[in-house]
């Protein structure tokens, strides 16, 4: 594969093309602001400093998938009217047969979202067979992102396919990289992979990387049993001076979505460190 041709398959400009492009699109997950509407959402997130908004389209969502075709643009146009952009949505996409999927597809693709992250596809007894689930389901909806001009992202995820990263490569292996490709979440990856396993999971993923999902958590003791707690992004167990520096040797430029699993005494200003802790690495990563 020339280089052009993995850049290009991994949603990446080389640095020669961005003298007027913003090389980062840094959103927040509107998961974690159930309760705002779409214009208090807008402010809020503008005034804490966030590039976007990543985007609920699912049950009990921001937007709910079968309403998508009326809200979707309503909550668009007023989230852009604050100066915000919409660069990706969140949906539980599996099948491309969901009676929500072509609504969903086609009207985000003309407002121009450029990504949708898929839903999840849990392991059952046998890992062949959930992973021969997990590929009919991403190739069907591959080929409706193609069909209105939109690219998925493959979520690497604890208890489901993807998981392991080499897994989520083969569901991935025989599928346009234009249309669908990998939503990396360092934390996750951490989470099952520990020492060493989110390092290859990452770099099976460069090469067709389109989003990433920023958040961390540590290993506590709770009634007796071990458990993922999260916390603020630096405080935890994701080994941050190594990715960051991973992700830069692509360039990587977004859509990155900070994630707050945790629950802050004051959700705003934890939001706004946390974006500052990744400001901070990201420029630090890509040299200043």
């Known amino acids: 594969m020339r280089r052009r041709e993995f850049l290009l398959g991994a949603g990446v400009v080389p640095l020669a093309a961005q003298t007027s492009m913003q090389r980062f699109t840094i959103c927040f997950f509107s998961k974690h602001l159930p309760n705002l509407n779409y214009d208090e959402l807008g ?6 400093g966030f590039d976007g908004v990543d985007l609920t389209v699912r049950p009990k969502g921001h937007v709910l998938p079968e309403r ?5 643009p309503r909550a668009v146009e007023v989230i852009r009217s604050h100066g915000l952009e919409v660069p990706m949505i969140t949906t539980e996409l599996t099948s491309a047969s969901d ?32 992973v021969g689930r997990a590929t009919a389901g991403a190739r ?14 493959f979520h690497n995820h604890p208890r489901n396919v993807g998981l392991c990263g080499w897994d ?22 951490t989470e099952e992979g520990a ?7 990452l770099r099976l993923a460069l090469p067709r990387l389109k989003m990433a999902a920023f958040k961390d958590f540590y290993w506590a003791k709770v009634r007796g049993k071990w458990k993922s707690v999260p916390c603020p992004l630096g405080q935890g167990m994701v080994d941050w001076d190594k990715v960051f520096p991973l ?14 699993e945790y629950q802050p005494p004051d959700r705003m200003a934890a939001a706004r460190e946390d974006l500052e802790f990744v400001r901070k690495h990201l420029e630090a990563a890509e040299g200043g």
């Open 43 to 48: 402010k809020t997130l503008r005034d804490a």
């Open 68 to 72: 998508a075709a009326q809200d979707l």
């Open 99 to 130: 009676p929500s999927a072509r609504t969903i597809l086609s009207t985000a693709a003309r407002l121009k979202i450029p990504f949708f992250k898929l839903g999840y596809w849990p392991y059952g007894d046998s890992p062949e067979e959930s």
């Open 140 to 153: 069907g909806l591959a080929e409706l992102a193609k069909e209105f001009g939109i690219t998925a992202g």
């Open 168 to 189: 989520g490569r083969a569901v991935l292996r025989d599928l346009d990289p234009q249309w669908i490709g990998c939503y990396y979440d360092a934390s996750n990856a």
């Open 195 to 201: 020492v060493k396993g989110w390092e290859v999971t």
């Open 247 to 260: 992700l830069a040797t692509i360039h990587f430029r977004g859509p990155i979505s900070v994630h707050q």
